[in-house]
């Protein structure tokens, strides 16, 4: 595919015509994963599955949900409401995007990357780990782990307003 670039991430070649400068780029490669922007919309899933809601700002839940999972025929759609959805085939070994018109390419990158490809990853085998992590002065980083929506990322938020800083 013309304008593909290759990149390396957890021993996993990423064949993708979105640029990626925060992954290691490689010169070649056999994709693990392609990713690609899809050409249309994806077709309205009735099989929604999971909502996450995440915290506003104030620490309350969202009413409207900030994720949400679907399963397809071909595999999995997570929406992320007037951002983008991403389509993930069954087997993880493709991820094709739709994002708003107006979506910042950076934004774009943070949830291919940060959201996106860990799911896909652990289609592949890999152990993934849901985390937040802030500097405590005078103590270091300490890191959060559990399961989605427990809370990580509020607690590290409310951490960084006392004046320590999101790892």
Same mark, same amino acid.
């Given at each position: 595919? =013309?304008?593909?670039?290759?990149? &390396?991430? %957890? /021993?996993?070649?990423?064949?993708? +015509? ?12 056999? =994709? ?15 099989? *929604?599955?999971?909502?996450?809601? @995440?915290?506003?700002?104030? @620490? ?5 949900? *900030? ?9 999995? #759609?997570?929406? %992320?409401?007037?951002?983008?959805? %991403? ?9 094709? $995007? &739709?994002?708003?018109? +107006? ?9 291919? #990357?940060?959201?996106?490809? =860990? #799911? ?17 002065? +005078?103590?270091?980083?300490?890191? %959060?782990? /559990? =399961?989605?929506? $427990? /809370? ?9 307003? $006392? /004046? $320590?800083?999101?790892?």
């Amino acid at each position: 595919m =013309p304008g593909t670039r290759r990149y &390396r991430v %957890f /021993g996993i070649t990423l064949a993708s +015509r979105i640029e990626l400068p925060e992954v290691t780029r490689v010169a070649t490669g056999h =994709p693990d994963i392609i990713i690609e922007r899809a050409a249309d919309d994806f077709s309205e899933p009735s099989d *929604w599955f999971h909502s996450w809601h @995440g915290t506003n700002a104030s @620490g309350r839940k969202r009413r409207t949900p *900030w994720l949400s999972f679907a399963r397809t025929e071909d595999g999995y #759609l997570l929406r %992320f409401p007037d951002l983008a959805d %991403f389509a993930v085939s069954r087997a993880g070994d493709r991820i094709r $995007c &739709r994002p708003a018109s +107006r979506l910042a390419p950076s934004t774009l990158r943070h949830l291919l #990357l940060d959201q996106v490809l =860990p #799911l896909t990853l652990s289609r592949h085998g890999h152990l993934v780990l849901h985390a937040s992590a802030v500097h405590v002065p +005078r103590l270091g980083a300490i890191a %959060f782990a /559990g =399961p989605t929506g $427990c /809370g990580k990322s509020t607690l590290a938020s409310a951490l960084s307003l $006392c /004046g $320590c800083p999101i790892v």
